[in-house]
């Protein structure tokens, strides 16, 4: 199959305030390297979709970090300016409206700034089959296996395998079936049954082309459930983790925008039209403002679900939005020994997630089952603990009998959470205005 160009959007974005004190405004979380791989979260992602694209990344992020997203990932990386949040989707938007303006049978895909990807090979595998399925004109999502009943991430309900009666013979929605629905009404057949017939023949060699590609039609995104949704979800063996990515045409995309939201792509299509000119500055800034602050899940994915224009590759890879502490830790653990953490009481010294210096681990064995991981300059001793430490100050951390909680020390404000409580973690954050310490955030 002859591919269109594929060029990735990285929008680089959010407060990150389930991660402060380590993310801040001026330092969010995609720059920050939170693992102590060596690399940022945006590092990660520029240097995962490299290799899979025909031209350059596009970075779309805030004024304020456009220094810092350029002294990260270089000049061969282009970045987008824009003047204030508006949400994911005029972001998207205005990449894809620069993508189209000069390629316009190119595909997209947008893909976080700062989540967590595990084996490579896996994910360029779904990308490209992603990709493969967008080049038939669908909007295409990356759905991640669920390993457990995950109440902070959003799902994605697939379409069962249908199976359509042919000469009294079930066949799979492969292209060749549904020719019997209007002779299974006799001879007396009317020209509805013959129109329905048709109609299902169709929707089934569409469906046979999406899955022969490796794809499945999405029946529907479901916003993060509560534990009993959640289980029901995982039981259910028909609902994937949705990671925000989402593949598809630059045209498709503003086409099915204009249908959904005009102002959106009609803005996002004039500013790129000034893009490069002396009138951009002016036409971004007049522009900008207006459009609807909404997130591509609302206003595509959802109603395009809804009318059968949305696939779906399952992701057979490693996946977190590493989106508070206990993911976190989570992460540190699960992947234990391939990251820069260090762990208290054992020697170690393998680098840093916020201060640049060396891991501190001294203390005692940890036979008394402590398990304590620690990234940055802190050294940490501890007794019948479970935490996970992250320094950037030279001050010694002593704990003793503390489970499942996470410890940020820096130089202007100290953090102790309970790991369950990790999601509430922003309402402290919203009052730091209130307190008269905005300027910690």
Known sequence: MPQAPFVPVIPAGGAGTRLWPLSRRGRPKFLLDLTGSGASLLQQTVARLAPLADRAPIVVTGVPHVAAVREQVGSDVQILAEPSPRNSM????????????????????????????????????????ARHAAELGHLVTIGIRPTHAATGFGY?????????????????????????????????????????????????????????????PVSRFVEKPDRDRAEAFLASGTFSWNAGIFVVR??????????????????????????????????????????????????????????????????DFDWDDVGDFAALARQLREHRGSTGAGSAGSGRSDGSVCAGGPVGADGPDDSDGSDVQVLGAATVDALSSTATVYGSTDRHIALVGLQGISIVDTEDALLVLADEQAQTLARIVARLDENGHGHLR
């Open 90 to 129: 005029p972001a998207i938007a205005l990449a894809a409206a620069l993508v189209e303006r000069d390629s316009p049978d190119a595909v997209i895909g947008s893909f976080a700034a700062d989540h967590l990807i595990g084996d490579h090979a896996s994910f360029a595998r779904a990308v490209t089959a």
């Open 250 to 315: 630059a045209r498709v995309l503003l086409d099915e925008l204009a249908e959904q939201i005009p102002g959106i792509a009609h803005g996002a299509r004039a500013i790129a039209a000034a893009h490069g000119t002396q009138e951009y500055s002016s036409v971004l800034a007049e522009i900008w403002p207006r459009l609807t602050s909404i997130a591509i899940d609302h206003a595509l994915a959802e109603p395009l679900a809804a009318a059968g224009k949305v696939a779906m590759v399952p992701g």
């Open 156 to 216: 994605i309900e697939r379409v069962v395998e249908r199976h359509l009666e042919r000469d009294g013979e079930k066949t799979s929605a492969d292209g060749g079936a549904a020719s019997g629905t209007a002779a299974a009404a006799g001879p007396t057949g009317t020209a509805a049954a013959t129109e329905t017939a048709a109609a299902t023949g169709t929707a089934a060699t569409a469906e046979g082309e999406l899955r022969a590609l490796g794809a499945v």
